[in-house]
């Protein structure tokens, strides 16, 4: 099936530094939607974006859109303790059968107090 | 909170067995889904639904039914557990109710240990 290339798999950074992430692809999509996800929970969406070019932001969290649709980023600010968790991208193929998304395979975010 | 509830929370059973997983929500939304969560291959779609009594297979089906005879549930019926099946299991719902809006919501997940 479809890939989503999702790097870095992980990092460690000092609180109060800035983090960022991407997702790239070979096949352009319609829906970009970045996730995070604590041990022990489900995955809780922190933006959605639905156009090329789009930048969305959600308190300290900035995602884009990229312009060639087949790839998205997303930079945490000012990092904190409770960033701490896995940040997943997801992403809608144009014609998606029942919207269905494919999911990249995770950033593991440590943050050094 | 999109009322997602999933029970159990954690099962171990054994090689063989059937197990059924319940995925329930209190919003009435048309779409559903069950993925699994493993080590180094991310979220992976099982199955899907569209409706009442309308479902497919997605990326992993292999071993694995569904049903959904009411909006608010939707099941995952392990016919015969297999240690390949130990994983953790997420329902999401998908909450916009048309166009390109295409945002899911996860419940707390299923810890399944298959002996």
């Known amino acids: 099936g479809q890939q989503l290339n999702q790097s870095p798999q992980s990092m460690f950074i000092q609180e109060g530094e800035d983090v960022s992430m991407n997702c790239t692809s070979s096949?352009?999509?319609?829906?970009w939607l970045w996730y995070k996800q604590e041990p022990g929970e489900g995955p809780v969406l922190l933006i959605a974006l639905y156009k090329a070019g789009e930048l969305t932001s959600n308190g300290r969290l900035t995602a884009q859109f990229g312009i060639t649709r087949k790839d998205s980023f997303l930079n945490i600010s000012a990092s904190i303790p409770s960033d701490v968790g896995i940040y997943f991208c997801a992403g809608q193929l144009p014609g998606a059968g029942s919207y269905q998304l494919t999911f990249g395979k995770g950033t593991k975010l440590s943050v050094i107090p | 909170d999109a009322g997602i509830t999933q029970s159990p929370r954690h099962k171990v059973t054994e090689t063989g067995t059937p197990v059924t997983l319940r995925c329930h929500q209190t919003e009435n939304h048309r779409y559903m889904y069950w993925y699994r969560q493993d080590p180094g291959h991310g979220l992976r779609l099982i199955h899907y639904s569209y409706g009442v009594k309308d479902t497919d297979k997605g990326e992993v089906s292999d071993g694995y039914s569904v049903s959904r005879s009411k909006t608010e549930d939707f099941l995952l019926t392990l016919e015969s557990a297999t240690s390949s099946q130990t994983s953790v299991y997420f329902c999401a719902i998908r909450t916009s109710s048309g166009g390109s809006y295409n945002e899911q919501f996860f419940g707390p997940g299923t810890r399944l240990t298959v002996l």
């Open positions: 096949s352009i999509f319609n829906t």
